[in-house]
């Protein structure tokens, strides 16, 4: 007999934000790690309005353009099965009015160092080296 764990699941989004210099938004939170925007997709939540109102809420960015999906990545933990898609945007806007769940944000440059950052998950880094490097091929 198979033995399930009882984990509940989360479907989430991470954003890619590029804005008209090239540079990617990054935001810490309070425990100084980074992350992309985005956050967990609200019951019966369209894919792209969860994209949207989550830049929103984290950035006050509202000019905000859907590229295309660029990663679907899962993991899991003792608690919760974990569901992601990566979503490419782009904004002309650099300034952000932070919510209260961050405490800095940073436009960064496609030839950052992201070994020097900590983020909130190693996928996180992986998909930001991945997508820089597809950049800086092209």
Partial sequence: MINHREAQSLITQAVILVNQNYEILLLQLPD????????????KEIWSDGVIREITEETGIKDIAIVRVLYIDNWHTTTYDYYRAYFLCTTMSREVYLSSDHRRYR?????TNLDTLEFTHETVRIHLKRFLDELNAD
């Fill in 107 to 111: 436009w960064i440059q496609p030839d």
């Fill in 32 to 43: 100084g790690r980074w992350q992309l925007p985005g956050g967990k997709l609200h019951t």
